[in-house]
């Protein structure tokens, strides 16, 4: 089955198996390869690419090549692709596949950024029913053996949940796995993630693994998840954030979980082991980008705070990390941390990225008057297919 059971822990999703039910959740300008790879060498599970528009992908610029390419090491590839036109979503998704760039495709019904849902793309999607149907159906049928899934939310807000609806028609259009975050669009990251509705969800679906995510701060959050909601699998996203040992936390907890004689490990880094996991973020960056130390290093700077969450770096120097220009600038300015500073325990502990609050989400005009695609729609989602990636 697709669940941890003693004789067989790890999940299904196709074909793949993997040792532990953990997934990286795509995040835009995060989950590059070179944080993938970060992650990889301390756990365990599927690591998604950032979301790629279908259309740039289509159109092979070049920013959407350079997001599609995988190190070596990694295995399996996971690419996650967003649109809303169902012809392009199918040809991104045949072009994966033919070229034999990917492993595993997700679709993205999740995003709730504005720029995004005001196009009627994203979490917004869904609530055309019939439009996600024909999306799913054909981008399936396009992957062939390589397995597809669908990530969505719960719906655009509490007045109109699409969730059960569309995890049902993505089950009948063949997908390999549905994940839902436990939020609506409208709530953005805010509040705290309804469980129950992926409780829910795991009792509608009966045919495919259905992964939880929101609100996976640390492994025992990851456990706590299943055993409440009976899903088959986690999706951590903002939990890992300057943290990528979290991945070895998690497979150590899975691990443990199924076998009570593995003994269950938990990283609490002394600050030296943080800023060598930093350096190795900026040493995989340079890589990604081509060699391009200074691109890096200003890529490397939005992490600052996420990785020395509640140790004591005092914030002048906080500040210079968040400018740094050159690796070897880098390790100058790591040599003046003390190595030895022990892991601060709750304060590096819980929540880490920008929450937002709850808002009214941005659509096309008349959008919730109808479940049916409307033709004074087509021209809004045709501009939905952004040239960037996001969400």
Same mark, same amino acid.
Not at 47 to 71: D, F, G, K, N, W
């Given at each position: 089955?697709?669940?941890?059971?003693?004789?067989?822990?790890?999940?299904?999703?196709?074909?793949?198996?993997?040792?532990?039910?953990?997934?990286?959740?795509?995040?835009?300008?995060?989950?590059?390869?070179?944080?993938?790879?970060?992650?990889?060498?301390?756990?365990?599970?599927?690591?998604?690419?950032?979301?790629?528009?279908?259309?740039?992908?289509?159109?092979?610029?070049?920013?959407?090549?350079?997001?599609?390419?995988?190190?070596?090491?990694?295995?399996?590839?996971?690419?996650?692709?967003?649109?809303?036109?169902?012809?392009?979503?199918?040809?991104?998704?045949?072009?994966?596949?033919?070229?034999?760039?990917?492993?595993?495709?997700?679709?993205?019904?999740?995003c709730p950024v504005p720029k995004v849902t005001r196009k009627g793309g994203g979490a917004a999607l869904p609530w055309k029913l019939g439009l996600f149907r024909e999306i799913v159906e054909r981008a399936v049928r396009a992957a062939g053996d390589v397995p597809l899934t669908v990530k969505m939310r719960?719906?655009?807000?509490?007045?109109?949940?699409?969730?059960?609806?569309?995890?049902?028609?993505?089950?009948?259009?063949?997908?390999?796995?549905?994940?839902?975050?436990?939020?609506?669009?409208?709530?953005?990251?805010?509040?705290?993630?309804?469980?129950?509705?992926?409780?829910?969800?795991?009792?509608?679906?009966?045919?495919?693994?259905?992964?939880?995510?929101?609100?996976?701060?640390?492994?025992?959050?990851?456990?706590?998840?299943?055993?409440?909601t009976g899903c088959d699998g986690v999706v951590v996203g903002r939990g890992c954030l300057g943290r990528p040992w979290l991945f070895g936390d998690l497979a150590?907890?899975?691990?443990?979980?199924?076998?009570?004689?593995? +003994?269950?490990?938990?990283?609490? %880094?002394?600050? /030296? =082991?943080? #800023?060598?996991?930093? @350096?190795?973020? !900026?040493?995989?960056?340079?890589?990604?980008?081509?060699?391009?130390?200074?691109?890096?290093?200003?890529?490397?700077?939005?992490?600052?705070?996420?990785?020395?969450?509640?140790?004591?770096?005092?914030?002048?120097?906080?500040?210079?990390?968040?400018?740094?220009?050159?690796?070897?600038?880098?390790?100058?300015?790591?040599? +003046?941390?003390?190595?030895?500073? %022990?892991?601060? /325990? =709750?304060? #590096?502990?819980?929540? @880490?990225?920008? !929450?937002?609050?709850?808002?009214?989400?941005?659509?096309?005009?008349?959008?919730?008057?109808?479940?049916?695609?409307?033709?004074?729609?087509?021209?809004?989602?045709?501009?939905?297919?952004?040239?960037?990636?996001?969400?």
């Open positions: 089955m697709t669940t941890m059971t003693a004789a067989e822990p790890g999940l299904h999703i196709g074909p793949l198996r993997l040792d532990v039910p953990v997934v990286l959740a795509p995040m835009a300008g995060i989950t590059n390869t070179a944080f993938r790879r970060l992650c990889r060498e301390y756990g365990a599970g599927l690591y998604v690419s950032e979301m790629i528009t279908s259309r740039a992908l289509v159109e092979r610029t070049p920013e959407s090549m350079r997001l599609i390419q995988h190190h070596e090491s990694e295995t399996p590839r996971s690419i996650q692709l967003y649109g809303v036109d169902p012809t392009t979503v199918a040809e991104a998704v045949t072009m994966l596949v033919a070229e034999d760039r990917a492993d595993h495709i997700d679709l993205n019904f999740g719960k719906g655009i807000d509490s007045d109109h949940l699409t969730y059960l609806e569309a995890g049902k028609a993505a089950e009948g259009a063949g997908v390999a796995a549905i994940a839902l975050h436990a939020r609506t669009a409208a709530e953005f990251y805010s509040g705290t993630a309804d469980w129950s509705a992926i409780a829910t969800l795991k009792q509608t679906i009966t045919g495919v693994p259905v992964l939880g995510n929101g609100d996976i701060w640390s492994a025992d959050d990851a456990l706590r998840m299943v055993r409440e150590s907890a899975f691990r443990s979980e199924v076998d009570p004689t593995v +003994e269950r490990v938990r990283h609490e %880094p002394a600050l /030296g =082991e943080v #800023a060598r996991a930093f @350096r190795r973020h !900026a040493e995989l960056l340079v890589e990604f980008f081509g060699g391009d130390e200074g691109r890096a290093c200003r890529d490397i700077r939005k992490h600052v705070a996420w990785y020395f969450k509640g140790y004591a770096v005092g914030g002048e120097l906080r500040a210079r990390l968040a400018t740094v220009e050159s690796l070897a600038h880098l390790d100058e300015l790591l040599g +003046e941390l003390d190595p030895d500073q %022990p892991y601060p /325990g =709750e304060a #590096a502990e819980g929540q @880490r990225g920008r !929450a937002g609050t709850p808002k009214v989400p941005a659509l096309p005009d008349r959008w919730l008057e109808s479940r049916e695609l409307q033709e004074t729609h087509r021209d809004e989602l045709n501009l939905a297919e952004l040239s960037t990636s996001g969400g």
